[in-house]
């Protein structure tokens, strides 16, 4: 996430790794998306002025581009693993990169005729749309949120939400402690499996098969099935790998650090995050699979941007 680095010890260090990265991003050396976490955690924000400035660091950086949500990401991954499991259809990469903050809330700009069927956006006006949503004060707006009343009922819902998974996720753990990490994991995904099964029967029908079919792979081609999948597989690495922390309790921040490293890990070069999710990252070798570095200091980017 990037950060405006005001007032801080250290402060010059961080300034010269910002102008390092301002410099690759003007020069189109790298780009730095941001996700619906950095959007929330930014509006929640309740410091205006800090806020603004945030807001204006990070619309230079990004540059109007998004990452996909995790939900979206994880609906193309799906589509392509039953693909590849029950057609032997070659994996097709998802569309995770796009230009503009809806996109990292899943929101797509379409044209719609009469009938209100999408038709294609001609290139012009493509073109138009991009560099409006992509423009600095554009992006500002957007991290900045509406007025404060329509801020504070939008964090509250979204905080009651999260509290809700938090625990849902601290009586789970509870439950899986005694039996084991293996098993703890194939709860776990038994579980998501459940909260996928009308995206995942959908795909299946294309195919024409069932469920039931996905179910009779057995629990080891089950489990590859899952290790295919890099979004699932991402988080529930994570997961797992969190719950061992016995003494630990579930953050309120952890659902939406692991929702954005769960796509960034897997499609993302470099991510920059806590030393605690860099370490687990690590653990579970995630970094090897995805060929991805991970850095637990904004200040260590400097040498990769040479």
């Known amino acids: 996430m990037a950060r405006a680095y005001h007032n801080r010890p250290n402060g010059e260090s961080y300034k010269s790794v910002l102008d390092k990265i301002l410099r690759a991003v003007q020069q189109e050396k790298v780009f730095f998306p941001l996700s619906a976490t950095h959007v929330i955690e930014t509006v929640k924000n309740r410091d205006i002025s800090r806020r603004k400035r945030l807001a204006q660091v990070m619309a230079e950086i990004s540059q109007g581009w998004s990452m996909a949500p995790e939900s979206l990401v ?3 991954e799906l589509k392509a693993i039953v693909a590849e499991t029950f057609a032997k259809s070659p994996p097709s990469r998802p569309m995770v990169f796009g230009i503009g903050i ?3 809330f899943g929101a797509q700009l379409n044209l719609h005729d009469s009938s209100g069927v999408i038709i294609k956006m001609p290139n012009d006006l493509a073109h138009r749309v991009n560099k409006l949503l992509s423009s600095p004060k554009v992006v500002e707006d957007f991290l900045m949120g509406n007025v404060e009343s329509s801020n504070s009922i939008g964090v509250g ?3 009651k939400i999260i ?3 938090v625990e849902g996720a601290e009586n789970f753990r509870n439950i899986a402690k005694p039996l084991g990490q293996a098993i703890h994991k194939r709860a776990y995904l038994a579980n998501r499996m459940v909260d996928l099964q009308a995206a995942l029967t959908i795909f299946l029908v294309s195919h024409k098969k069932t469920f039931h079919d996905l179910l009779c792979l057995g629990q080891e081609r089950l ?10 597989n991402t988080e529930a ?8 922390h016995w003494d630990k309790a579930i953050h309120r921040n952890d659902p939406a650090d692991i929702a954005f490293l769960s796509v960034g890990i897997p499609y993302c070069d470099i991510v920059v995050t806590e030393k605690f999710w860099c370490s687990l990252c690590q653990r579970s070798q995630l970094d090897k699979k995805y060929n991805t570095t991970m850095l637990a200091d904004v200040r260590l980017l400097e040498q990769h941007l040479d």
């Open 74 to 76: 994880l609906q193309y």
């Open 102 to 104: 809806p996109y990292a």
């Open 157 to 159: 819902s979204y905080t």
């Open 163 to 165: 509290n809700d998974i």
């Open 223 to 232: 489990m590859e099935f899952f290790a295919n999948v890099p979004v699932l």
């Open 237 to 244: 690495e994570l997961v797992i790998g969190r719950d061992k």
